[in-house]
């Protein structure tokens, strides 16, 4: 089955700063990446997705990349604010509907001001 | 308001003594999913149900069971919990037409077994 690998486990940076979290996937039929955001003692919420006949996508600050050859994928987050500090997790799934979610570990974020 | 609500939101129980937890969801979505996240291991999926009657098997499905009579509600039963099951639990829903993948998540219940 799948398996999501998710680095680093945690990431400290300086306000503004920018901050790269990348995942690896295991199951090459795997076709939609979501990335969710989880603030303490809250639910995860989604942030950005990716399907695989798209190599990147944006949103403001946020950009997901991928690489379907590598079976890796990005979260880039530019000119980072202390509201970005969360728990961000990526997933995988390889199912057409995109149901079963394979969840990477997730990488605490710290943006200091 | 489109949501997902759970609860309990917290409960502490001891060993053996069986347990629901309701999950239910407004926006008339196919799918509902249950996970459990404990520290380091990140998000694992317990059970899906595409839709009414339909359930399936996640990744860590032992212990658990659950039933999907109506659309709306997808309860986590725990027949005879163990303190191996103390965890957060998600439930999440999401709609299967269109391209919308979003799944939406509960504010989770978090359960410690004694």
């Known amino acids: 089955g799948e398996n999501v690998e998710q680095h680093p486990s945690t990431l400290s940076v300086q306000e503004g700063d920018s901050a790269v979290i990348k995942c690896t996937y295991s199951?090459?039929?795997?076709?939609?990446f979501p990335w969710y955001k989880q603030e303490l003692g809250k639910r995860p919420q989604l942030i950005i997705d990716i399907r695989s006949n798209v190599g990147e996508k944006k949103d403001q600050r946020i950009a997901v990349t991928l690489n379907k050859t590598a079976k890796h994928f990005s979260l880039h987050i530019t000119e980072t604010q202390p509201e970005d500090s969360a728990v961000y997790f990526c997933?995988?799934?390889?199912?057409?509907?995109?149901?079963?979610?394979?969840f990477g570990k997730g990488t605490t974020l710290s943006v200091s001001s | 308001e489109a949501q997902v609500t759970q609860n309990p939101r917290y409960l502490i129980t001891v060993t053996g003594k069986k347990l629901t937890v309701t999950c239910s969801q407004n926006?008339?979505?196919?799918?509902m999913s249950w996970y459990r996240q404990d520290p380091g291991l990140g998000l694992r999926q317990i059970y899906y149900s595409m839709n009414v009657e339909v359930t399936d098997k996640g990744d860590v499905p032992e212990g658990y069971k659950v039933s999907r009579k109506e659309k709306r509600n997808f309860p986590l039963i725990l027949e005879s919990p163990s303190p191996n099951q103390t965890s957060l639990y998600f439930c999440?829903?999401?709609?299967?037409?269109?391209?919308?993948?979003?799944?939406?998540f509960g504010p989770g219940t978090r359960l410690t077994v004694l």
């Open positions: 999440a829903s999401r709609g299967l037409a269109g391209g919308d993948n979003e799944q939406f």
């Open positions: 199951d090459s039929a795997s076709n939609y």
């Open positions: 997933a995988a799934s390889s199912d057409q509907a995109g149901t079963a979610l394979i």
């Open positions: 926006m008339n979505h196919e799918y």
